[in-house]
Every structure is written in C-alpha cells, then in structure tokens.
C-alpha cells in the first residue's frame, strides 16, 4: 500500500490559509435574516407548533389519568395560554450551487411563553427548499448545526 505525504510549508501553507479562510469568511457572510420573509414565518410556526403539540396533548392525557383535577387546570392553562415566540430565522444558503430550488438550512431561535412565564427555548435546524418563484419554501426535515454552517452543496 502506497502512503501519500503532504507537506504544506512556506508559501504553500499561506496560501492554503488564505483560501481556508477565505471560504470560512464568505460562509460567515452569506448567511442572511428571514424573519421578514412572511412565506417562510408561516411554514417555521407550522413546523414548530407541530413539533410541540403532540407532547403537550400527551402530557395533559398523562395528567388526566391522575385523577388530579388541579394539576389538569393548570396543565389546560399552561397549554392553552402559550404563544409561540420567534425571536430569530436565519438562512444558510448553499454556497455553490447556483441552481433553484435551493436546500436551504435555516436557523430558527424559539421560546414558548405560557401564562406562568417562558416555559421553553431552543434553537431547530430545518432544511428546506427554496423556489426564487414566487418565493415558495417547503419544508424537507429538522437537520443540525453542522449542516448549517457546512451548506455548501
């Protein structure tokens, strides 16, 4: 088996460097703010009221078969008075591909507010597929950070 040794010293290291930090700059840059962008705001509230619905449904089932009438009203106000508060959407959009639609990642910082206070924040990833037609986005599936920041494709 053949081993394959690179060196990268002097002027070839720099230059590594450079277009290493090069491409990690233009990332940094082309990652944009949608929370403007009503058609997506309609897709990111129905994704996350979907994620977090379906659990509260089964804890206030949990708590009804407690028998506990209190703890049931509170559950009930808790479920029934929580807003859903996007404080941020931002955009990864695929570096090099220049085609439409696009799989774009997008970052999405969220809390839930009950009557009580804050009940929940969190950061989800979700892919999407963006049509520069008549500005249409699709949801594809929740992703991670690493695809986030590594949209390259």
């Known amino acids: ?25 233009l990332r940094l840059v082309t990652f944009s703010d949608k929370k403007n962008d009503n058609a997506l705001m ?9 994620d ?3 659990n509260d449904v089964e804890k206030l089932k949990a708590v009804y078969e407690t ?10 106000e808790s479920i029934t008075s929580t807003k859903l508060n996007v404080e941020s959407v931002e955009a ?7 085609s439409t639609p696009k799989k774009v990642v997008i970052k999405v910082k969220y809390s839930l507010n009950d009557a009580s206070g804050t009940r929940e924040k969190g950061t989800n990833y979700y892919l999407f597929q963006h ?12 992703t991670g950070v690493v695809s986030y920041y590594l949209n390259f494709l």
């Open 92 to 98: 990864s959009y695929p570096l090099f591909d220049f």
């Open 131 to 142: 049509g520069s037609l008549f500005n249409t986005w699709r949801y594809k599936y929740k």
């Open 52 to 54: 977090y619905f379906p």
């Open 67 to 76: 028998g506990d009438t209190d703890e049931m009203e509170r559950m009930a």
């Open 42 to 50: 309609r897709q990111i509230e129905l994704q996350l009221t979907t």
């Open 1 to 25: 088996m053949s081993e394959h040794k690179i060196e990268l010293t002097g002027w070839k290291a720099i230059v590594v460097v450079v277009v290493l930090l090069g491409v990690v700059g």
